[in-house]
T-cell receptor
């Protein structure tokens, strides 16, 4: 059974700093991995999708990497802004079905 | 595109009442997912459909929960009878199977059962 862990559960950094969020998983037979952000009381917004055959994806100030051999993915946020404050969730899809297994999330606060 | 649409956005009901949540997926998507989010358990997949056919309902808590997808543009999640422990945010998501399977989420329905 796939287990997904995100540590730390909460992170506070000053505005302008670069930061890395971590996602660990136990089953490396993944089809893809998605990073989402969730604002309080809102739905999930898809940020980046990495296919199993890819090592990284970039969108603006965001860069997500995938290392299946070590069971890790990272989300790098450059030049953080207060608007980046949200909960960030990683989710994995394994081969054979479309089910996403979610991590517990990292609540990020950017301090102005 | 309007994205995934869910209604109602908020629902407050009394224990024992029937609750129906609605979802309109993104046009052209052929997979639809119902999730539940609580503080204690995080995000859990309840059921998903592919081409309107239920594929996996192993996450449905019990017989009080049922889901239907009568056509490609509409799905319902019904709870009958509702209980206080059903209080949660229910999300619907859709994707295009066979392309990249990226899932897009609706804004959710916040259900409170008194």
């Amino acid at each position: 059974k796939q287990e997904v862990t995100q540590i730390p559960a909460a992170l506070s950094v000053p505005e302008g700093e670069n930061l890395v969020l971590n996602c660990s998983f136990t089953d490396s037979a993944i089809y893809n991995l998605q990073w989402f952000r969730q604002d309080p009381g809102k739905g999930l917004t898809s940020l980046l999708l990495i296919q199993s055959s890819q090592r990284e994806q970039t969108s603006g100030r965001l860069n997500a990497s995938l290392d299946k051999s070590s069971g890790r993915s990272t989300l790098y946020i450059a030049a953080s802004q207060p608007g980046d404050s949200a909960t960030y969730l990683c989710a994995l899809m394994n081969f054979g079905n479309e089910k996403l297994t979610f991590g517990t999330g990292t609540r990020l606060t950017i301090i102005p | 595109d309007a994205g995934v649409i869910q209604s109602p956005r908020h629902e407050v009901t009394e224990m024992g009442q029937e609750v129906t949540l609605r979802c309109k997926p993104i046009s052209g998507h052929n997979s639809l997912f119902w999730y539940r989010q609580t503080m204690m358990r995080g995000l859990e997949l309840l059921i998903y459909f592919n081409n309107n056919v239920p594929i996996d309902d192993s996450g449905m808590p019990e017989d009080r929960f049922s889901a239907k997808m009568p056509n490609a543009s509409f799905s319902t999640l019904k709870i009958q009878p509702s209980e206080p422990r059903d209080s949660a945010v229910y999300f619907c998501a859709s994707s295009l199977l066979g392309v990249d399977n990226e899932q897009f989420f609706g804004p959710g329905t916040r259900l409170t059962v008194l």
